[in-house]
């Protein structure tokens, strides 16, 4: 019960992503990106300074600055720290009492911090819509797209992406700026949205496309 020690490997290159059955076009002006779970006590499942977490941290950090300075809004995840079980539901069953109180676990890596116009959702359940008011708060900004960014990618990133769309919200997954537990499970994630529910794209093709409507 527990996080995993999760061993290296190699993100997937542009080549190896799985092609979508939906056809929608990424609008930068539609959208909003989400930074999913990047507090210390995931991220410490990972050996620093090597893959695949390393570079999705550098591309999380892209992605986030180009978003930023086109305007769309940046939207963070973090769950609190020492939850009571009721409160934890049935994740307790599977996870166990997850993160504690302490300092060192909460908060999100600082290579990522939130920036004053960012908003940090308290996370609930795998999904980031569920019982927070995500939805509500792209509606309000006019957002009908999601790009998902994150840990873990077949865990709660998939389960926002399939959230988003049964919402009517069109989701693109990060696919170099999502960790996992194994690539396996990397390109599960991928392939399952890919076939069901969303886009994967490189951080590479959503940066091209929020900078040149930014230049516009």
């Known amino acids: 019960m527990g996080l995993p020690k999760i061993a290296n490997y190699e993100l997937p290159s542009a080549t190896e992503i799985p092609a979508a059955r939906a056809k929608w076009a990424f609008d930068p002006g539609r959208a909003a990106l989400l930074i999913h779970d990047m507090q210390n006590y995931f991220v410490a499942a990972f050996e620093r300074n090597a893959s695949p977490i390393t570079p999705v941290i550098a591309n999380i950090a892209r992605l986030k600055a180009a978003a930023a300075a086109a305007g769309m809004p940046v939207f963070y995840t973090a769950q609190n720290g020492g939850q009571d079980r009721r409160d934890r539901g049935l994740q307790a069953d599977l996870w166990g009492p997850g993160m504690t109180g302490a300092p060192e ?24 819509f569920q019982m927070s008011n995500l939805a509500h708060l792209m509606q309000v900004r006019g957002r009908d797209q999601i790009v998902i960014s994150g840990i873990y990618a077949h865990i709660g990133c998939l389960m926002t992406a399939g959230e988003a769309f049964q919402r009517d919200i069109k989701p693109f997954l990060a696919a170099d700026a999502v960790a996992d537990f194994s690539r396996e499970r990397h390109d599960m994630a991928l392939n399952y949205v890919a076939a069901t529910c969303g886009i994967p794209l490189t951080v590479g093709s959503l940066v091209s496309t929020i900078e040149a409507r930014a230049a516009a």
Do not use: T
Request: hydrophobic share 40%; glycine share 4%; no cysteine.
């Open 105 to 128: 676990h909460q908060p999100i890596i600082d290579p990522l911090r939130p920036a004053g116009e960012d908003i940090v959702l308290v996370k609930h359940r795998y999904s980031a």
